[in-house]
């Protein structure tokens, strides 16, 4: 094939992804204030109905880190096509403003595509929707409160359980050794769900030190830090079980790659419409493209 029309479909394969990003990240703009929009909705009705919303949310972020993760190794990309690369945008994008490593996979979406196609991806223009902190405090409180839950079904000493705390806090004292995050967290009130996850993850073998260097400065911008912390070394806990080839059966007893199916391969359209149901709102309607492009580079 002469070098003009390689260029020709090399050029139509790049317009094919950047428009299919646009239209994810908008998509994702919608997710998002529709979650939102949920979960302040969920706070002025029962304490039953906020937890259980709470706890949807949390499990609509796992299955985007489930669909994210894998566009975090480079192997990945040999066979990603367009949707895939669309379909890894959209789910970071709509938790990047209340989860560091989301905002990184974006980051590797651009770093990626700039490889493959010799250009800069060009802006998006997306506002940081009103009540994000809504968002985050949510994820955290679900995960502490399941946690909580967790560690109940293990009958323990008052005794017992202050030994764990003060071993689990002197962990803690380690890993930030300065400023004031260490006596932030452990005086938080979700410190007792981050105090059983890291003792249980310590019986197990992992080294608390390096999942607690693992959590992002970002804790010391939630409401809730010990749950927030909680949350991260959770989901690290996670990513030694899901390898992209390997699946093991998770802490909860569910897979990763079930996880993740309970979400896609659902459009993205009926993942805004199953949100905004929830929500009893009318929301905008985006049809997701259906190119499938593949984006290696010419001559590869």
Known sequence: MPDNEMAEIHQRATAAVTAMIQAAGEVAQVLIEARIMQLQRAARASDEQARRIRAQTRAAQQADAAVWRPAMRTGWWRTAGTEDIARVWRAA?????VDPRAQ???QMVVDQLAKRTGRVMPETQ???PDGTEVLSDAVDRAVSEDTEQSSQRLPMSAEAVSDRH?????????????GQRADTVIGCEAWG???YTLDQAQHTGHDVQQLLRGVSRFVDRAERPAAYACRVVQDQLDETVDLGTVRVQSRHGTEPAAVAASAFPQSTI???TEVASASEEQQPTVRPATSSVSMAAPGR
């Open 270 to 272: 009926s993942a805004v």
């Open 193 to 195: 769900a981050l105090a």
């Open 104 to 106: 990184q996979a974006r």
């Open 93 to 97: 994008s709509t938790w990047h403003h």
């Open 126 to 128: 997306e506002s940081t």
């Open 166 to 178: 003060e071993r689990m806090a002197a962990e803690v004292r380690k890993a930030w050794p300065s």
